[in-house]
């Protein structure tokens, strides 16, 4: 079903260019590929090139075969193995197209001066716009990735002891996704201690967890080329403290908040709205600092961002985030996720067993 999808929405892609007067769009993401081919490619494989009126897949020879099912709605250029993007540029310049358009997030720093010193214009994914709303099948494969994250959870907890590193929580927790059927692991944050309150720590290799303090994971996978995230919190021992209790019962009451609001027609920035005014009413808003949820689908953040005043409109088939958080530098944090369904007359939760 995935793959049949594949030519219409490339056709969409297509009519969108038109619409905003774009002379093409270029990507090296494979995710991104992925969603317009239908075939499962790897970062560095290919270069796409999507004019409105045809679409080429610039790559390498190995890859040629690989791209078969695709051909049908796209021409495959055979290039040598580092050509890729040259072999885009030149069609560029061969078919005289003006206003081809790139998303700066997608690509290094190095594609990116290239292409703007070709003249290329800066645009936000313009796939990432389309892929807002689900079709079914993408929204089984993200109940999939997130009840393998949940389950993997569930397994995981009671393993982890005192002494364990957080480097070693996070392949025990990667390694218990991937058994359940996870095809990748694009991020995994395991704090302990005054790291819960960094809200994007990198796991450490000797920071080990002691008896008594707080525990912070935010995780995820890959099935099928769609991705789950959800985030737990909790105090590892037997004398939480009041202040913790406190602070985590008012997150939640943010996170229940936030849920509650969720429904198709509701603008993103109200669901941030409905949680960041539970915690300051609270005397906490310092402290709660990022946005209160995303999108998900082809990256673990995707359109559109509920962030304060947003003014998106959430629609049937959305999936997105909602996930509030204090943070006390130096001290503890926490935080709780979850993934929804937006559906007409609220959400589904889809990171559970």
């Known amino acids: 079903m995935l793959k049949s999808l594949a030519s219409q929405r490339m056709r969409q892609l297509q009519r969108t260019l038109k619409q905003a007067d774009l002379g093409g769009y270029l990507t090296t993401n494979c995710l991104e590929q992925r969603y317009l081919s239908g075939v499962d ?46 072999g885009a540029l030149r069609l560029v310049q061969t078919k005289k197209l003006k206003r081809v358009a790139f998303d700066p997030a997608l690509v290094n720093l190095e594609t990116g001066e290239m292409l703007l010193k070709h003249k290329f214009v800066r645009t936000v994914s313009l796939v990432g716009e389309m892929h807002r709303q689900k079709y079914a099948d993408e929204i089984a494969h993200l109940k999939k990735a997130c009840q393998i994250a949940a389950c993997a959870f569930d397994e995981v907890k009671p393993q982890i002891k005192t002494g364990m590193t957080e480097e070693e929580v996070r392949v025990l927790i990667a390694l218990a996704m991937i058994k359940r059927g996870a095809d990748s692991i694009p991020f995994n944050i395991v704090c302990f201690g005054e790291n819960t309150a960094d809200a994007h720590h990198t796991p450490s290799k000797t920071r080990k967890l002691k008896k008594n303090e707080a525990v912070l994971m935010d995780f995820g ?41 969720l429904h198709a027609g509701v603008l993103a920035g109200e669901v941030d709205k409905a949680s960041r005014t539970i915690i300051e009413q609270a005397g906490y808003g310092k402290e709660f600092f990022h946005t209160v949820g995303h999108g998900i689908g082809l990256h673990e953040h995707d359109l559109p961002i509920l962030r304060a005043g947003a003014s998106d409109i959430l629609e049937e088939n959305f999936v997105v985030t909602v996930e509030p958080g204090i943070y006390f530098a130096g001290r503890w944090g926490i935080r709780l996720e979850d993934s929804f369904l937006v559906t007409k007359a609220g959400s589904k939760k889809l990171t559970k067993r």
């Open 41 to 86: 490619l790897s970062d560095g494989e290919a270069v796409f090139l999507i004019t409105p009126a045809k679409a080429y897949c610039v790559t390498k020879k190995l890859i040629v075969s690989k791209m078969a099912p695709a051909a049908r709605f796209m021409q495959i250029v055979d290039v040598p193995l580092d050509g890729m993007l040259d």
């Open 221 to 261: 996978c890959f099935y099928e080329g769609y991705t789950s995230d959800m985030t737990r919190s909790w105090w590892h021992g037997d004398k939480e403290p009041a202040a913790y209790t406190k602070i985590w019962n008012i997150v939640h009451s943010a996170y229940k908040a936030g849920v509650k609001t």
